[in-house]
């Protein structure tokens, strides 16, 4: 059976599941009926400088987005961080600590950008024996107006600065949380690196509005008729997380670099494709607000009976294995060619592939033959762009195989030789080249 216990910056968890900070992690109560369930870690909601609490809405804090047969695909969230008592996190933090020694227990941390609340703030957090940090420096909304979260995230020089002064004033693995309110994602875990961050954890939520109420013109949620941009996450961000997970992963600058994956994990699938782009530890959050704590056994099984079928005897024999399989388009194979293919014995005659190609892509799949409904894709039309494949209802139906010989649409012979855009004879720099030469 696989062993699925991970060592992350040499904090270890009985498996890769951490809980992120949000709030399920808010309390203790909250926390160790997570580890019951059988939650690897947690990364503890985030606390702020001692002092008076910071003061959350008293109405709606979230908004959502659903599929068509009401699940729910992503949330708006408008929350800030802990309301309660730096104090009494504290004491909690402690004691669960105590009574779970083998579970980790990471301590999201937000203050202002000045070096003394960090120092102060740290202190107090190692002496509740938690095993690392998180920098939070991605909250989209309400603490960035204060100075904090995505406004140090969107600065790489105040990443830098402040993850300096953290790995100065703590032995603990100081995590820097990402925030994809930015354009280049490298850049901030570069800066995060070169501030001697030991690890870099993402993506943190993305700035929203994720619905505006048609009768009283509000975005929502809404509160006393007004609402606010907060931040989005559920398992729509899922694409943008593994994009900017592997955008790191394959930077020569943070190659190596430990990723904790956060972003619309659901299933132990989207577990593992994280994993795959190296990642070795994930977080959730919607998925446990949206069905429970338990949802977490499911992942366990599901990614035990994966490895198992695959030889794997733990994550890391199979960590990483997708990011040399990611580049730039400019280098995936031109010479590649694939056509369509209808499993007639599968194919339901809904017709979707025919709707989709004919009224949005190439006229390459039939309707009707020999006066009969009948799907089939004609190959003198077909690009292989496989649209008819992601809106085909039946899983498997519809397969995209290549060919050899000549292609019937473009009457020319498929090369067997990889060749990309760098050196195809259309591409203006080749023209420049070699005029040049």
Known sequence: MANLSTEFLGIRSPNPFWLASAPPTDKQYNVERAFEAGWGGVVWKTLGEAGPPVVNVNGPRYGAIWGADRRL???????????RDLEVNLREIKEVKRKWPDRAMIVSLMVPCEEEPWKKILARVEETGADGVELNFGCPHGMSERGMGSAVGQVPEYIEMVARWCKQHTRMPVIVKLTPNIT??????????????????????????TAVDLDNF???????????????????????????????????????????????????????????LGCGSVQVCTAAMTYGFKIV??????????????????????RGKAVPNVTDWQYLNLNYVTK????????????????????????????????ARHFEVIDEECVGCNMCVNVCPVEGCISMEPIAGVDPRTKKPVDPDYANWTTHPNNPAVWAKEAAE
Not at 187 to 198: N, S, V
Not at 229 to 243: D, F, N, R, T
Not at 352 to 366: G, N, Y
């Open 218 to 276: 509000a975005p929502e949620p809404t509160i006393d008729g007004k609402g606010s941009h907060g931040g989005y996450c559920g398992p729509a961000v899922k694409p943008i997380a593994l994009s900017m997970v592997s955008e790191i992963a394959r930077n020569p600058e943070t190659h190596g670099l430990p990723i904790s994956g956060i972003g619309g994990v659901t299933t132990w699938r989207d577990a593992a494709e994280f994993i795959a």
């Open 73 to 83: 695909l992503g949330l708006n969230n408008i929350e800030l961080i802990t309301d």
């Open 184 to 209: 280049d994602i490298r850049k901030p875990a570069e800066a995060a690196k070169r501030g001697g961050a030991d690890a870099v954890s993402l993506i943190n939520t993305i700035n929203s509005i």
């Open 340 to 371: 369509a293919r209808i499993d007639q014995d599968l194919c339901i005659k809904c017709g979707r592939c025919h709707i989709a190609c004919e009224d949005t892509s190439h006229q390459a799949i039939t309707n009707m033959v020999d006066g």
């Open 297 to 318: 056994q499911e992942m366990i099984a599901g990614l035990s009976n994966y490895m198992d079928e695959k030889g794997y005897e733990s994550i890391e024999d199979f």
